[in-house]
């Protein structure tokens, strides 16, 4: 069983930045790929990084690139989620979820454990 939780939301000005934890509990931490997912009100969840359980294969969502990085500390059992540059648009819950794959995946449906969730709410 993995367990995970998000920390590290709140409330910004458009421009700013925040950083994100997701921390996973269960031993084999190391053995999994964690992705970002963001929802909206209204929206569906959306993809927006994600970090293979080696570091070695990071992919983002377009929306995102070339303002957040994500990075993982496998001795914390700790994945972070750097946003700058954040956006009005960027408003939303942002989630952490685990999937047992050597790459990232894109897809909702692929990831069997998730967080809670931690608000983001970026002000115009």
């Known amino acids: 069983q993995v367990q995970l939780v998000e920390s590290g939301g709140g409330l910004v000005q458009a421009g700013g930045s925040l950083r994100l934890s997701c921390a996973v509990s269960?031993?084999?931490?190391?053995?999994?790929?964690i992705g970002w997912f963001r929802q909206a009100p209204g929206k569906e969840r959306e993809f927006v990084a994600g970090?293979?359980?080696?570091?070695?294969?990071?992919y983002y969502g377009d929306s995102v690139k070339g303002r957040f990085t994500i990075s993982r500390d496998n001795a914390k059992n700790t994945v972070y989620l750097q946003m700058n540059s954040l956006k009005p648009e960027d408003t939303a819950v942002y989630y952490c979820a685990a999937v047992r794959l050597r790459v990232v995946s894109v897809s909702v449906t692929d990831y069997a454990y998730w967080g809670q969730g931690t608000q983001v709410t970026v002000s115009s």
């Open positions: 269960g031993r084999t931490f190391s053995t999994y790929t």
């Open positions: 970090i293979s359980w080696t570091g070695g294969n990071i």
